[in-house]
């Protein structure tokens, strides 16, 4: 029997997790899942009896759909339709409510990536979120008819805590500023709450009815996760990267008179001594920063310290970067040779690189492995509301809200 009411349990979950799973959907397409499972499809298929059901139960004498009057809803203070907005049942989706959920997103890749790879990533994540608003009004009366006196207490916790937590993260925990964004974007904060909150009921409602189809992973599938994710489970390794640099360039003598081929074939065998000279004293015993202040033409006086790195290094320094993420702690190379320059490179400290045991990664796994067979059959089922729902001009409507996207700053790139 299915339950009609929301899991309290599950509410809390969604709570504790924050409810911001995300998922590739497609518009006007049946789905973008590729690789549908047997299960899903059947799963499917009951939740359209289902949601049948439901729905005849919202539906008035007449045959129409009851209009729904929860005061929390944002089209209930009767705004002005303005042109750009799209109409889903009796309420209005503005290019605002797509965007502010992933504005943070869209302004970071706006000043990170260049214009054709920016705007290529903004139109799928513009997508995914206007087919979860669309969804969420599709699905938001079924849900909150559902929801229980005891729930709403957690429901209004859990907004606040949403509400908090965003403004600690975008505007450094001032109100005011949080504020002031809110009067910019021409939205109220009643209105976005209200999203917050229809988003959280829909995401109970959700889980409540797709978790319990997910079965546990086998043991087999959770070690082939570990196996092939491990860098999930190790700690970002971080080494002290030790460096005598010594370019050939620094050798050259512009006071003497000589064909530039000899020139620079004399500099690079003057170099070359320096550095044989430079790997002698290290294998005498001497420290490895006393011998880079003497040979070191970088660095020196920071006795070829060049800190802590995380990758190899660009430009001049790749090859000799990339053999130092060979060393094991405390190594010393060989004399590197490029093309311009001769190095040696000791490991120093290593902090980090620790990967934890399979038998503790077990429970995160089977966390992992279900919330993303969650995701799977979400977005099958979201993707469905919308396939059979008569929405306006979805496509125009997109196509307005990509133009009101952050412009992208590397425009030279």
Same mark, same amino acid.
């Given at each position: 029997m299915l339950n009609r009411k929301l899991s309290l349990g599950v509410l809390t979950i969604c709570i504790l997790a924050g409810c911001r799973d995300s998922t590739g959907w497609s518009l006007g397409s049946k789905s973008s899942s590729g690789d549908k499972s047997g299960k899903a499809a059947d799963a499917l298929t009951a939740y359209r009896e289902r949601m049948k059901h439901e729905q005849a139960v919202h539906m008035t004498d007449s045959?129409?759909?009851?209009?729904?009057?929860?005061?929390?809803?944002?089209? *209930?203070?009767?705004?002005?339709?303005?042109?750009?907005?799209?109409?889903?049942?009796?309420?209005?989706?503005?290019?605002?409510?797509?965007?502010?959920?992933?504005?943070?997103?869209?302004?970071?890749?706006?000043?990170?990536m260049p214009p054709s790879r920016y705007v290529d990533a903004a139109a799928d994540l513009v997508r995914e979120s206007l087919v979860e608003q669309v969804a969420n009004h599709l699905i938001y009366r079924r849900a909150s008819a559902q929801v229980t006196p005891e729930m709403e207490t957690q429901i209004d916790?859990?907004?606040?805590?949403?509400?908090? $937590?965003?403004?600690?993260?975008?505007?450094?925990?001032?109100?005011?500023?949080?504020?002031?964004?809110?009067?910019e974007s021409g939205r109220k904060r009643d209105d976005v709450r209200a999203q917050l909150r229809r988003g959280l009921i829909v995401e109970t409602y959700l889980r409540d009815r797709l978790a319990p189809m997910i079965p546990d992973p086998t043991r087999k599938q959770i070690r082939r996760y570990y196996d092939s994710n491990r860098d999930q489970f190790t700690t970002e390794e971080q080494r002290q990267l030790l460096m005598i640099d010594i370019p050939a360039a620094t050798f050259l003598d512009r006071s003497r008179v000589m064909d530039r081929k000899q020139a620079i074939a004399l500099a690079r065998q003057q170099a070359r001594a320096a550095a044989e000279e430079a790997k002698a004293a290290l294998r005498? !015993?001497?420290?490895?920063?006393?011998?880079?202040?003497?040979?070191?033409?970088?660095?020196? $006086?920071?006795?070829?310290?060049?800190?802590?790195?995380?990758?190899?290094?660009? !430009?001049?320094?790749?090859?000799?970067?990339?053999?130092?993420f060979e060393l094991p702690r405390g190594g010393v190379s060989e004399i590197i040779e490029t093309e311009d320059s001769f190095f040696i490179v000791k490991c120093g400290e290593?902090? #980090? #690189?620790?990967?934890?045991?399979?038998?503790?990664?077990?429970?995160?796994?089977? *966390?992992?492995?279900?919330?993303?067979?969650?995701?799977?059959?979400?977005?099958?089922?979201?993707? *469905?509301?919308? *396939?059979?729902?008569?929405?306006?001009?979805?496509?125009?409507?997109?196509?307005?809200?990509?133009?009101?996207?952050?412009?992208?700053?590397?425009?030279?790139?």
């Open positions: 045959g129409q759909p009851a209009r729904d009057t929860t005061p929390d809803t944002p089209s *209930n203070d009767r705004r002005v339709v303005a042109a750009d907005t799209l109409e889903v049942l009796d309420q209005f989706i503005t290019p605002e409510d797509v965007l502010d959920p992933i504005r943070p997103q869209l302004t970071a890749w706006s000043r990170e916790l859990a907004v606040d805590k949403m509400e908090r $937590e965003r403004i600690g993260r975008e505007f450094d925990g001032r109100e005011t500023a949080y504020a002031n964004a809110l009067v005498s !015993g001497r420290p490895f920063a006393d011998v880079a202040r003497q040979y070191s033409k970088f660095k020196a $006086e920071d006795g070829g310290d060049w800190g802590i790195i995380r990758e190899p290094l660009a !430009g001049r320094w790749e090859t000799p970067s990339k053999r130092f290593v902090t #980090g #690189g620790v990967t934890t045991p399979f038998a503790e990664a077990q429970p995160m796994i089977v *966390n992992r492995i279900k919330s993303q067979k969650f995701r799977e059959l979400k977005a099958e089922f979201l993707q *469905n509301e919308l *396939n059979q729902s008569n929405i306006g001009e979805i496509d125009a409507f997109y196509r307005r809200v990509l133009h009101q996207i952050p412009q992208p700053s590397l425009a030279g790139r």
